[in-house]
């Protein structure tokens, strides 16, 4: 197992998905022990279909088990390819359909009502630029948290992100978004930094700091958000990834080419996209219930 993980380590896994490996794949350990199977060329397919149902016994939500296969997947591949077992049981294993739900996305009107309540204080400017960034950019919260002062060129309105895999892309950002990060830059951080950051080698170079002048963490982006959607009485979840999917949807609405909101994105394929464009039918299914007579 530590094998493996290194192995996954090498290709550039992040550390949330090198966790999520070993927590699912300990647990299919302890599973196994619990069956007195204390080899891998024991376990077979009815073994694993065993196991399935003991995860559905559990009521976890159906991408958590999807997630938990998926690594097992991955784990059992590697030890078919290092010659350990000779048949990988998940071979012709199919996985159980996902549940595909249509994001959540906040209207035009909500953004700019949460985008009206941050101050001029470094908090206030430091606030306004997170939000602006998560919308304007259409960026995952790992990526807004991981931005360093080196990936912005706000004079072209670019910023460079590490996405999931550590890959690398360009994103782009409006002149609103560049106005509010270069307020919070010139005087918003220089207050944060002074609270420590000075001296951590570490921190230094992070866009976005706490108030103890250490990078923000993606908990504390989340508590943030929370705090705002709070002031403007929005009476739902929004989580920063629903900024991402408001993005994304308010681009297909105006208008924006498909694979052109793949990119920006930064979704490796393109059917990851296209559940926008299922928005968009829905959007066009309240228009018809709205105006036609016979609707």
């Given at each position: 197992?530590?094998?493996?993980?290194?192995s996954i380590?090498?290709k550039?896994?992040?550390e949330?998905?090198?966790?999520?490996?070993?927590?699912?794949?300990?647990?299919?350990?302890?599973f196994l022990?619990?069956?007195e199977?204390?080899s891998?060329?024991?376990?077979?397919?009815?073994?694993?279909?065993?196991?399935?149902?003991?995860?559905?016994?559990?009521?976890l939500?159906?991408t958590?088990?999807?997630?938990?296969i998926?690594?097992?997947?991955?784990f059992f591949?590697?030890?078919?390819?290092?010659?350990?077992?000779?048949f990988n049981?998940?071979?012709?294993l199919?996985?159980?359909?996902?549940?595909?739900?249509?994001?959540?996305?906040?209207y035009?009107?909500?953004?700019?009502?949460?985008?009206?309540?941050?101050?001029?204080?470094p908090?206030?400017?430091?606030?306004?630029?997170i939000?602006?960034v998560?919308?304007?950019?259409?960026i995952?919260?790992?990526?807004?948290?991981?931005?360093n002062l080196?990936?912005?060129?706000?004079?072209r309105g670019y910023?460079?992100?590490f996405?999931?895999?550590?890959?690398?892309?360009?994103?782009?950002l409006g002149?609103?978004?560049?106005?509010a990060?270069?307020?919070?830059?010139n005087?918003g951080r220089?207050?944060?930094?002074?609270?420590?950051g000075r001296?951590n080698t570490t921190?230094?170079?992070?866009?976005?700091?706490?108030?103890?002048?250490g990078?923000?963490s993606d908990?504390g982006?989340?508590?943030?958000?929370d705090?705002?959607?709070?002031?403007?009485?929005?009476?739902?979840?929004?989580s920063?990834?629903?900024?991402?999917h408001s993005?994304?949807t308010?681009?297909?609405?105006?208008?924006?080419d498909l694979?052109?909101?793949?990119?920006?994105?930064?979704?490796?394929s393109i059917s990851?996209?296209?559940?926008?464009?299922h928005?968009?039918?829905e959007?066009?299914?309240r228009?018809?219930?709205?105006?036609h007579?016979?609707a």
């Open positions: 197992m530590k094998s493996f993980l290194s380590k090498i550039n896994y992040s949330h998905t090198l966790v999520n490996y070993t927590v699912d794949i300990s647990q299919f350990v302890e022990q619990k069956k199977i204390y891998w060329k024991q376990v077979n397919s009815m073994v694993i279909r065993e196991y399935l149902f003991c995860l559905n016994e559990r009521n939500a159906r958590t088990i999807l997630r938990k998926a690594s097992l997947r991955s591949k590697y030890l078919t390819l290092q010659e350990i077992i000779e049981p998940f071979l012709h199919k996985n159980p359909k996902k549940n595909q739900k249509l994001p959540q996305f906040m035009i009107r909500e953004i700019e009502k949460l985008l009206s309540i941050p101050d001029s204080t908090q206030g400017l430091r606030d306004r630029a939000i602006e998560l919308y304007g950019a259409g995952r919260v790992s990526e807004l948290t991981g931005l080196e990936d912005l060129d706000l004079k910023i460079r992100v996405g999931k895999g550590s890959k690398e892309r360009i994103s782009f002149r609103t978004g560049c106005q990060l270069n307020n919070y830059l005087k220089p207050f944060y930094l002074s609270r420590g001296n921190v230094v170079s992070a866009v976005f700091l706490n108030k103890y002048g990078r923000l908990r982006i989340r508590r943030i958000l705090k705002y959607i709070k002031k403007a009485a929005i009476d739902r979840k929004v920063p990834h629903t900024l991402r993005f994304a308010h681009l297909l609405e105006g208008g924006a694979r052109a909101v793949q990119e920006m994105l930064g979704h490796a990851t996209t296209q559940i926008y464009t928005l968009d039918r959007k066009i299914r228009t018809y219930d709205q105006a007579p016979r």
